[in-house]
């Protein structure tokens, strides 16, 4: 459309697209000829299971209580159960060590540094599910650090203090640990963006103590962020600014909120036909308890994030080339 920028124009398909996605005839009982089957054939039973799903959500959203079967999947035991201890400790994070479990070991340790955003576990899901169990039983010394859930108090923590007395002391931490050796580096989502601004400190003043640095779905060019960047523009900032600012923090179930708008169709309306319509629930696993174990994001370190790099890709600068 002549007139119209090409962010305004991804905002209205966006937009549209929920709207088609919302009156999909899926959605409906009499449009969607699964659930008509599955009634006819149940003689009705999948409906009344599909309303009791219906009230049992209302009930547990109106409570805050925790989805049913998160239970079966407690941290340190069913989920994050390889053996390590915490070896250091600040008002930021708390650094886990894993031992190896071979006779023989690798001489330099694994730091890995995952996102802020969600628990660290994600890396040590289920003993037949986790990356830290497969690397301390090849002979890898694992370290992992476990970002602090953050409150209002901790409003005015930024980038510079999640670089410096996150990510730096992780270092320091494991540098004093396993001395004379290089570290290999691991970054998990946003802990990869913040990995890779540590990384190019340390080149800046010649610090050679990462060996390596792999990088798991981490961004670090946002000129093109995908539909999270029809959400950070100079309109959407200072409603999310004023947000965050009122409790402090950005919360959990905001994010995942603004996740399941983005992936609509699966993350929604598909588990709904499922719930209330073909009255099936899905089976909870590790990763389902996982996403529902919400974290928060301080104020500053969050809109931080988002103008430096969603909407000005600050960080591209630093990039070779």
């Not at 239970?71 to 708390?94: D, I």
């Not at 005015?156 to 990510?167: A, E, Q």
Request: proline content about 6%; glycine content about 6%.
């Amino acid at each position: 459309m002549p007139g119209v920028t090409q962010h305004h124009e991804r905002q209205v398909t966006f937009a549209v697209r929920q709207i088609l996605d919302f009156f999909s005839p899926s959605n409906f009982l009499l449009t969607n000829p699964e659930a008509l089957h599955t009634a006819f054939e149940s003689g009705g039973a999948s409906l009344l299971q599909g309303a009791r799903h219906r009230v049992e959500d209302v009930v547990r959203l109106a409570t805050a209580a925790p989805l049913p079967g998160t239970e079966q999947f407690r941290p340190g035991h069913e989920v994050a159960s390889t053996p390590g201890k915490v070896v250091f400790r600040n008002h930021l994070l708390e650094l886990i060590q894993y031992m190896p479990q071979t006779t023989t070991v690798f001489a330099e340790p694994i730091l890995i540094v995952p996102s802020w955003i969600l628990k660290f576990y994600i890396l040590d899901l289920s003993p037949d599910n986790s990356l830290v169990k497969y690397l301390v039983e090849k002979g890898h010394t694992v370290f992992m650090v476990s970002w602090r859930n953050p409150d209002a108090d901790d409003r005015d923590l930024g980038m510079n203090d999640y670089l410096k007395d996150g990510v730096m002391s992780a270092i320091d931490t494991v540098t004093d640990i396993v001395p004379q050796r290089q570290i290999q580096a691991v970054g998990y989502c946003l802990g990869g963006t913040l990995l890779a601004m540590a990384a190019a400190l340390m080149a800046r003043s010649q610090d050679k103590r990462l060996k390596s640095l792999t990088l798991l779905a981490s961004e670090l060019d946002f000129t093109e962020p995908g539909e999270l960047g029809l959400f950070t523009d100079e309109s959407q900032l200072p409603f999310l600014d004023g947000m965050m600012f009122k409790q402090g923090y950005l919360d959990g179930k905001q994010m995942s909120d603004t996740f399941a708008l983005l992936n609509s169709r699966d993350l929604v309306w598909s588990r709904m036909e499922r719930n209330y319509l073909l009255g099936q629930r899905e089976p909870i696993n590790d990763l389902t308890a996982w996403n529902v174990d919400i974290t928060r994001m301080p104020y500053r370190q969050h809109s931080e994030y988002l103008r430096s790099l969603y909407l000005n890709n600050d960080g591209r600068r630093a990039l070779p080339g």
